[in-house]
T-cell receptor
């Protein structure tokens, strides 16, 4: 599985869009980009994933560059409850495929009132 | 609710002891993953089982072992516990797509 690089921390004002970047320059053609978040010692929560097209769901949007070497998670209207550590993972979605062995530190997103 | 159940939620035990953490995956998910998260650290992958067989191993100590049973639930056994084993232990399950995490077991070794 490819490694990812994320900034260690970011701030965002409540009500504004939070844009979290992730670099995955060694991603393989069959690997998807997944985003999770962990709110203070709770179990990580799945947010969204994509292969090469942009994706949107009720929680967020995912923008993947054309060369697939980076992506951006967008929380359109951040609330205080979005304060969490956000992890970017890449993996092949096979039934027995492993998740990235090392998740890394992720990005600590702090939403400020 | 992720559908993944971990028990117990909290565990306090003494050094040198042995404990067993249990995980019930989401219905139909064949893969189970175990992670350790020490205070203010990232998730450290321990081990993965797929349909009863060990699939991948991370930096799991020899004092730790796991298994996945025919009904797909999994147990993580931690023995000869040390103070440094105090951590959150998460279980996740997957059917090939996104992983769903349990709420974790907080282990405190005193």
């Amino acid at each position: 599985d490819a490694k990812t690089t994320q900034p260690p921390s970011m701030d965002c004002a409540e009500g504004r869009a939070a844009n979290l970047p992730c670099n995955h320059s060694t991603i393989s053609g069959n690997e998807y980009v997944y985003w999770y978040r962990q709110i203070h010692s709770q179990g990580p929560q799945y947010i969204i994933h994509g292969l090469k097209n942009n994706e949107t769901n009720e929680m967020a949007s995912l923008i993947i560059t054309e060369d697939r070497k980076s992506s951006t998670l967008i929380l359109p209207h951040a609330t205080l409850r979005d304060t969490a550590v956000y992890y970017c993972i890449v993996r092949a979605p096979m039934m027995d495929s492993n998740y990235q062995l090392i998740w890394g530190a992720g990005t600590k997103l702090i939403i400020k009132p | 609710d992720s559908g993944v159940t971990q028990t117990p939620k909290h565990l306090i035990t003494a050094t040198g002891q042995r404990v067993t953490l249990r995980c019930s995956p989401r219905s139909g998910d064949l893969s189970v993953y175990w992670y350790q998260q020490s205070l203010d650290q990232g998730l450290q992958f321990l081990i993965q089982y797929y349909n009863g067989e060990e699939r991948a191993k991370g930096n799991i100590l020899e004092r730790f072992s796991a298994q996945q049973f025919p009904d797909l639930h999994s147990e993580l056994n931690l023995s000869s516990l040390e103070l440094g084993d105090s951590a959150l232990y998460f279980c996740a399950s997957s059917g090939g797509g996104e992983a769903f995490f349990g709420q974790g077991t907080r282990l405190t070794v005193v």
